[in-house]
């Protein structure tokens, strides 16, 4: 069966220092993988996402993630935190092979704080 | 691009009553449409998935007839919570994509519906 973990609940970092929110996946297949972040009360927005090719894939606010398949894992990254970047982030990954309707399977979420 | 409205944003109503959550995508056709409930500091919970034009795929455990999910048109799809009672409470998500099963594009979000039934 599918499915993302992210195994830690909380990521505390200090402001500018470098962050990093890990995430895993089980998926037969190449998988498509992606990063979103979510502010309090509001909806998913898209970081970035992991098709094929580089391993080291750049998204929106300064963001990056490296895609290991040789551990499963798609870790985001930033090398300087900023206070702004405090919200809950989610992992997901869809089905390449398109069985469940592109449907993306979310991990449990990490919340980051990052203090001044 | 790929903006998806979602309205109203928040909704206060007494045990009962039915409460209808538009999501629309602005400026593209979204062929899926993917509605979410989120209880407070968990992931998110897939509900159902809408094709336009027919019925929408519920998941196990989700009662289409309490949660009514219409597709009708490329850019609105709504979600009616029937005689809503004070466990429905809770963030409900839309989402939608472009292209049958959506392949490597993202899902575009909106910015929820917080529903709290007295």
């Known amino acids: 069966a599918q499915s993302v973990a992210q195994p830690e609940d909380q990521v505390n970092v200090a402001e500018g220092n470098p962050l990093t929110v890990k995430c895993t996946y089980s998926?037969?297949?190449?998988?498509?993988l992606f990063w979103y972040v979510q502010y309090p009360n509001r909806g998913l927005q898209f970081l970035l996402k992991?098709?094929?090719?580089?391993?080291l894939v750049k998204g929106s606010y300064g963001f990056e993630a490296e895609f290991n398949k040789s551990q499963t894992s798609f870790h985001l990254k930033k090398p300087s935190a900023l206070v702004s970047d405090s919200a809950l982030y989610f992992c997901a990954v869809r089905d390449p092979l398109g069985r469940s309707q592109g449907n993306l399977i979310f991990g449990k979420g990490t919340k980051l704080s990052v203090k001044p | 691009g790929a903006v998806v409205s979602q309205h109203p944003s928040r909704v206060i109503c007494k045990s009962g009553t039915s409460v209808k959550i538009e999501c629309r995508s602005l400026?593209?056709?979204?062929?899926?449409m993917f509605w979410y409930r989120q209880f407070p500091k968990q992931s998110l919970m897939l509900m159902a998935t809408s094709n336009e034009g027919s019925k929408a795929t519920y998941e196990q455990g989700v009662e289409k007839d309490k949660f009514l999910i219409n597709h009708a048109s490329l850019t609105l799809s709504t979600l009616t919570v029937t005689s809503a009672h004070p466990e429905d409470s809770s963030f409900y998500i839309c989402s939608a994509g472009q292209g049958a099963r959506l392949g490597n594009q993202p899902q575009h979000f909106g910015d929820g519906t917080r529903l709290s039934i007295l």
């Open positions: 998926v037969s297949g190449n998988p498509y």
């Open positions: 992991y098709i094929t090719g580089d391993n």
């Open positions: 400026d593209f056709q979204a062929t899926t």
